[in-house]
Nanobody, 115 residues
Framework: QVQLVESGGGLVQAGGSLRLSCEAS????????MAWYRQAPGNQRELVAR???????NYADSAKGRFTISRDGGLNTMDLHMNDLKSEDTGVYYC?????????WGQGTQVTVSS
């Protein structure tokens, strides 16, 4: 059973930056794609950024140019650097990982952007 633990959320003013980190309990060299999702109050969970096992990256349109996703096999972590944050970035951010035929989620970390 893989465990994913997010950290780095918090309260930030609009225009500020945050770095989210997801630490995995297993060697992420064995993982397929990993991703960050966001769920705002009253909304469905949506994809923010995704990075596969060979480093191919996809961003939601809202994240392009402001967010950077990365993964570090040595540390078993995946990060999301978020710059120029906007109020619409507010939500719970979840780490997701595909491991063979299974799909895992972290417990989420709250990001609140004040305008």
């Amino acid at each position: 059973q893989v465990q994913l633990v997010e950290s780095g959320g918090g309260l930030v003013q609009a225009g500020g930056s945050l770095r989210l980190s997801c630490e995995a309990s297993d060697n992420i060299f064995n993982f397929g794609a990993m991703a960050w999702y966001r769920q705002a109050p009253g909304n469905q969970r949506e994809l923010v950024a995704r990075i596969n096992d060979v480093g191919r990256i996809n961003y939601a349109d809202s994240a392009k140019g402001r967010f950077t996703i990365s993964r570090d096999g040595g540390l078993n972590t995946m990060d999301l650097h978020m710059n120029d944050l906007k109020s619409e970035d507010t939500g719970v951010y979840y780490c997701n990982a595909n491991v063979l035929s299974d799909n895992y989620w972290g417990q989420g970390t709250q990001v609140t952007v004040s305008s």
